[in-house]
């Protein structure tokens, strides 16, 4: 690691992130593996997107970069409403997942914009992995 400020806190949140995340999928049949895997990654996409569009970016980086791109129309198309019929149309029977993630991706942009004043790579991608975890544990246990 080359961040010296990367604590024990961190690498427990990583274990618990991708522990809890791979425990959902054992718990699933085989067969359903791959789509549980699609649709979460689906989800990510949203999140990310949803946390991205049109928020101020923080910092120097690839959240500073790809903020003009993210504040257009067509990043709306492409990263949340293609995303979220596909997620309809091909996972019906997670619709409520796909609801409940918007619903906190908008929750969660109040609160980034309310602590951070914004957003940078760091917060969009650590908080789609999060959201994948969490699309897989309602994957496991449905609503």
């Known amino acids: 690691m080359k961040d010296p400020s990367v604590g024990a806190g961190s690498i427990f949140i990583f274990f618990a992130v991708y522990g809890l995340g791979l425990g959902a999928l054992f718990s699933?049949?085989?067969s359903e593996v791959p789509l549980a895997i699609l649709f979460s990654q689906?989800?990510?996409?949203?999140?990310m997107s949803v946390v991205f569009y049109?928020?101020?970016a923080i910092g120097d980086g690839f959240g500073k970069f790809f903020s003009p791109v993210?504040?257009?129309f067509g990043f709306f198309v492409v990263g949340i409403?293609?995303?979220?019929?596909?997620?309809?149309?091909?996972?019906?029977?997670?619709?409520?997942?796909?609801?409940?993630?918007?619903?906190?991706?908008?929750?969660?942009?109040?609160?980034?914009?309310?602590?951070?004043k914004g957003v940078n790579g760091d917060i969009v991608g650590s908080s789609g992995e999060i959201r994948r975890m969490f699309a897989l544990l309602?994957?496991?246990?449905?609503i």
Do not use: C
């Open 81 to 116: 409403l293609i995303p979220f019929f596909l997620s309809v149309l091909f996972f019906p029977e997670f619709i409520p997942v796909t609801v409940i993630s918007l619903l906190i991706a908008f929750t969660w942009i109040l609160f980034l914009t309310h602590v951070f």
């Open 28 to 30: 699933l049949k085989a």
């Open 54 to 56: 049109r928020n101020v």
């Open 138 to 142: 309602l994957i496991m246990n449905p």
């Open 70 to 72: 993210a504040s257009r």
């Open 42 to 47: 689906i989800i990510d996409v949203i999140f």
